[in-house]
């Protein structure tokens, strides 16, 4: 079975801490990985993807680990914005194409 | 700037009653889906659209059937509802079927009851 495993949280955090939480996914030829954001009642947005040699965008840090199968999001300074479930999402090569999406990690940002 | 419109927001059937839900986008891309997302799961690919005239059957296609329009729009259907089908349903599109950016509806509640 193919998975790809969150921690569902919530993780409460005070603003201004740092936060990183960790996907877990079971197919080591995965190549393809990203992080979604989904605010409550809301659809999906695409939030960064993650790179091999990891990749930052402003606050928000993506790492992957292929050793460990898992990828990770680091968030500084959080803001109370910040507070949503964000998804994985790992695309796993078999003979069709397909898209496994975590089941999230709810984040709240406390003042 | 549309983006992905989907349609109903909210809907109530009743075990065995049919519907579907319209999806559109504007963006002119190439790849539609359709999600249902389950509370405590991740979302899960119901069908989806490589390109205009093709579909394809995704992780969890039992119970609906899809229509691509045209390159714009992309139905799905539930012939005869059951509660097991109670969810948020999303529709999505990118560019081609290889991922790139995936641009979501707003979403649709459908309660079975």
């Known amino acids: 079975r193919k998975e790809v495993e969150q921690d569902p949280g919530p993780f409460n955090v005070p603003e201004g801490a740092t936060v990183a939480f960790n996907c877990t996914y079971s197919n080591s030829a995965s190549q393809s990985f990203f992080w979604y954001r989904q605010d409550c009642r809301k659809e999906p947005k695409l939030l960064m993807s993650v790179y091999s040699s990891g990749n930052e965008d402003g606050r928000f840090t993506a790492q992957l680990n292929r050793a460990s199968q898992y990828i990770s999001l680091l968030i500084r300074d959080s803001k109370l914005s910040d507070s949503a479930t964000y998804l994985c999402?790992?695309?796993?090569?078999?003979?069709?194409?397909?898209?496994?999406w975590g089941a999230g990690t709810k984040l709240i940002i406390k003042p | 700037n549309a983006g992905v419109t989907q349609t109903p927001k909210f809907q109530v059937l009743k075990t065995g009653q049919s519907m579907t839900l319209q999806c559109a986008q504007d963006m002119n891309h190439n790849s539609m889906y359709w999600y249902r997302q389950d509370p405590g799961m991740g979302l899960r690919l119901i069908y989806y659209?490589?390109?205009?005239?093709?579909?394809d059957k995704g992780e969890v296609p039992n119970g609906y059937n899809v229509s691509r329009l045209n390159k714009r729009e992309f139905s799905l259907r539930l012939e005869s509802a059951a509660p097991s089908q109670t969810s948020v349903y999303f529709c999505?599109?990118?560019?081609?079927?290889?991922?790139?950016?995936?641009?979501f509806g707003q979403g649709t509640r459908l309660t079975v009851v």
């Open positions: 999505a599109s990118s560019e081609q079927d290889t991922y790139t950016e995936a641009f």
């Open positions: 999402v790992v695309e796993f090569m078999d003979s069709n194409y397909q898209l496994i």
């Open positions: 659209s490589a390109s205009e005239g093709t579909t």
